[in-house]
């Protein structure tokens, strides 16, 4: 059963999702909603720990076989601790990020097979699938340059190339193609204004808030 009050944002580097997924949480507050802002990988004090060896070091670090079951262990530790129980809590949950960056990152980025990704989506994920997920959508020169400006060491994906980040972004518009119910892409090219006020468009227009 998906339920309506998870909510996920998707899209490749610099797309503004951890700023954006501040503000519809804000928003939905305003709507006198108890909101958990959270993210992948991470989310969990043990998520939060694997998150650390999938982001940062070389590029070529991990199999792509031990990055997904990486990201999925991470996965299963946040559903466990961080987002069920506050689902259970009658908490809406905003994620910054969520399974349909494993099927571009690891999937189309690294080549696994998504029928391995979908079989470890079922194991780990389950039923709780989002209810609806945002995908924000901007050009690859645009996000790196955007993301290049942060001070960070969690940079590991966003040196994989020019080449890896465009099938990124296609994939990410493949998954909304493929599921239109769960998936809206916004235009993050335009002012954090314009993209929040596409969002709570989005959201309020598909969801009871
Ligand atoms: P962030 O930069 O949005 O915080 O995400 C951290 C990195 O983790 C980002 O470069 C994408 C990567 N990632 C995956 O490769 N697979 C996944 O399933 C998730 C959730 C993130």
Do not use: N
Not at 17 to 22: I, Y
Not at 122 to 140: K, N, Q, R, Y
């Amino acid at each position: 059963m998906r339920s309506g009050r998870f909510i996920t944002f998707e899209g490749g580097e610099g797309a503004g999702k951890s700023t954006q997924a501040r503000r519809l949480a804000q928003a939905l507050e305003r709507h006198g909603h108890g909101v958990v802002v959270t993210r992948e990988p991470g989310g969990s004090p043990g998520a939060e720990h694997i998150r650390s060896l999938i982001v940062s070091g070389d590029t070529d670090k991990w199999t792509p076989l031990t990055e997904t079951l990486l990201v999925f262990a991470a996965r299963a530790d946040h559903l466990e601790r961080t987002i069920r129980p506050a689902l259970e809590r009658g908490k809406w949950v905003i994620c910054d990020r969520f399974v349909d960056s494993t099927f571009a990152y690891q999937g189309v980025g690294q080549g696994m097979s998504p029928d391995t990704i979908a079989g470890l989506r079922d194991l780990v994920v389950g039923e709780d699938m989002p209810g609806l997920t945002l995908i924000l959508d901007l050009p690859v020169e645009t996000g790196l340059g955007r993301a290049g400006k942060r001070d960070h060491d969690e940079d590991r994906f966003e040196r994989m190339g020019d080449d890896f980040h465009m099938k990124l972004r296609q994939a990410f518009l493949d998954i909304a193609a493929a599921d239109p119910e769960r998936c809206v892409v916004i235009d993050a090219t335009h002012d954090e204004d314009t993209v929040a006020d596409a969002i709570w468009q989005a959201v309020s227009s598909r969801l009871a808030v």
